[in-house]
């Protein structure tokens, strides 16, 4: 079985901080992660992704991601926060192999609050 | 390109009314999914289908169905509402291959009453 966790339910930030969204994952094979990110009464827009190859990965936005393949771990960043950033992230994997594969488990969320 | 759609956005239902969700999209992606988002809970998959003339369950299929008779569209079947159903869904399609992103529709507030 594949799963997420996003450990923090909220984050908060000062504009023009750095911020981290946090996000651990399980799965029996490799995975592909990816994190999206949703603003209020709208439908989720991707960020990025890992498949493979380099740890760290750049998407849009700014935002940037490492995974960590020990730790489990697949973090959001992004070195300047900005108002506009303020919105519900979600992280989320799938099992790249086995059954189920077509399935992408999402994380319950982390409202981010970026505070001007 | 508008990418996914979903009609309708909004619906009120009594228990025990049927209805039927429509998600179209014009991107030629061969996989369309159903979700459901309730508070605290993260999305949730409910259907989805691998192509035209296939679908399978997610993990929480029941009390839904849908049917992909067209490649474009993607239909989600209420039969029997009821209260538990109240949620926002959302209908999400993606490219061959199970590394692609989706990309999701603007999604349908449900009330069941």
């Known amino acids: 079985a594949q799963s997420v966790a996003q450990p923090e339910d909220q984050v908060n930030v000062a504009e023009g901080n750095p911020l981290t969204v946090k996000c651990t994952y399980s799965?029996?094979?490799?995975?592909?992660l990816f994190w999206y990110v949703q603003y209020p009464n709208r439908g989720l827009q991707f960020l990025l992704k890992?498949?493979?190859?380099?740890?760290l990965v750049k998407g849009s936005y700014g935002f940037e991601a490492e995974f960590n393949k020990s730790q489990t771990s697949f973090h959001l960043k992004k070195p300047s926060a900005l108002v506009s950033d303020s919105a519900l992230y979600f992280c989320?994997?799938?099992?790249?192999?086995?059954?189920?594969?077509?399935?992408?488990?999402f994380g319950k969320g982390t409202k981010l609050s970026v505070i001007p | 390109n508008a990418g996914v759609t979903q009609t309708p956005k909004f619906r009120v239902l009594k228990t025990g009314q049927s209805m039927t969700l429509l998600c179209a999209q014009d991107?030629?992606?061969?996989?369309m999914y159903w979700y459901r988002q309730d508070p605290g809970m993260g999305l949730r998959l409910i259907h989805y289908?691998?192509?035209?003339?296939?679908?399978a369950k997610g993990e929480v299929p029941d009390g839904y169905n849908v049917s992909r008779l067209k490649k474009q569209n993607f239909l989600l079947g209420l039969e029997s509402a009821a209260p538990s159903q109240t949620s926002v869904y959302f209908c999400?399609?993606?490219?061959?291959?199970?590394?692609?992103?989706?990309?999701f529709g603007p999604g349908t507030r449900l009330t069941v009453l």
């Open positions: 989320a994997v799938r099992d790249s192999s086995g059954a189920g594969s077509y399935q992408l488990t």
């Open positions: 991107m030629n992606h061969e996989y």
């Open positions: 289908s691998v192509g035209e003339g296939t679908t």
């Open positions: 890992y498949i493979t190859g380099d740890n």
């Open positions: 799965v029996s094979g490799n995975p592909y």
């Open positions: 999400a399609s993606s490219g061959q291959g199970v590394h692609n992103e989706q990309f």
